[in-house]
């Protein structure tokens, strides 16, 4: 079976488009037609109906869709097998990671890895955690550095890289940063801009109030950290930070009795063979671990 077919069948998939499976895939629409044309010669079977400007799977196309993928990733599984024998760490490395972690946390150990590894070259992805690890697990991307799940997943194995405090904070001139010894009852009725509820970090404040029975007074939310912070700067509500991004902008609310923690790590999937550069990557990045 032709692979680069292959290719270009799941990349008008995904896309629902010749013309963007062609921008993705680097080549012009004319050639991911004769691709997609020539497998459906292979097949004897229509993979999509076109419906003017509309792309739709058949229902071959659909049952095809998931062994494509299996079939593809067996194949870059086999190309690293074999490429680890020779010891060699080069070859491309897919990396997923959000974008926290990217603009705080990796920094010094991308500059660290390509200076120690040259023959490496990054492709790096920024998306939220729960994306990323979505995509580890779907196996499309070699490694997620994230916010690691609350709940181990049975396809991937995770690795703790770096403890992450969390602390309550608001604006320096917010009403809850002249109470001392608040609870988070208090908290529960002045506004928030928290992360989406469906991040990890979102479920880890909303889980806290819900152990007390208490409801959360979302005012917006943002995935970004970064706009959380400055939204928080102007006074539009408390959250919950890492303490890495305080700064004067910010105040740390005094609230006892509660400590909130997250961890960052590395995952990848248990069934794809790590490459010598993924392997590489761990060891600099546990080289750099606050659990070693």
Not at 113 to 118: G, K, V
Not at 139 to 168: C, Q, Y
Request: hydrophobic share 45%; proline share 4%.
């Amino acid at each position: 079976m032709d692979f680069e077919g292959l290719k270009a069948f799941l990349a008008v998939s995904e896309q629902n488009s010749f013309s963007r499976a062609a921008h993705k895939l680097h080549l012009t629409q004319p050639a991911v037609s004769k691709r997609v044309a020539l497998l459906e010669g292979q097949l004897g079977t229509k993979l999509f109906d076109r419906i003017g400007r509309t792309v739709n799977l058949t229902e071959a196309g659909r049952a095809l869709q998931p062994r494509a993928t299996e079939i593809l990733a067996s194949v870059e599984d086999c190309k690293r097998c074999i490429s680890n024998l020779a010891g060699d760490i080069g070859g491309n490395l897919s990396l997923a990671t959000s974008h926290h972690i990217g603009l705080w946390r990796l920094p010094p150990i991308l500059k660290a890895y390509s200076s120690r590894y040259p023959g490496v070259a990054l492709d790096l992805h920024f998306m939220d955690s729960e994306v990323a690890h979505e995509e580890i697990v779907q196996g499309n991307l070699e490694l997620g550095i994230i916010t690691l799940a609350p709940v181990d997943h049975a396809r991937l194995k995770s690795v703790p890289v770096w403890k992450d405090e969390l602390v309550f904070v608001c604006a320096v001139d917010h009403p809850l940063a002249r109470i001392k010894n608040l609870d988070i009852a208090t908290l529960a009725g002045y506004p928030a801009v928290l992360p989406d509820m469906s991040t990890f970090t979102g479920r880890i404040v909303k889980q806290m109030f819900e152990k007390q029975g208490l409801m959360l007074y979302t005012n917006m939310s943002t995935n970004y950290l970064e706009t959380i912070k400055m939204l928080i700067a102007v006074g539009l509500g408390w959250s919950v930070l890492p303490r890495s991004m305080l700064d004067s902008s910010s105040c740390e609310l005094d609230v006892p009795a509660t400590q909130i923690e997250r961890t960052l790590g590395v995952i990848h999937h248990v069934h794809r063979s790590l490459s010598n550069a993924g392997q590489a990557f761990i060891d600099l990045l546990l080289e750099n671990s606050d659990y070693t």
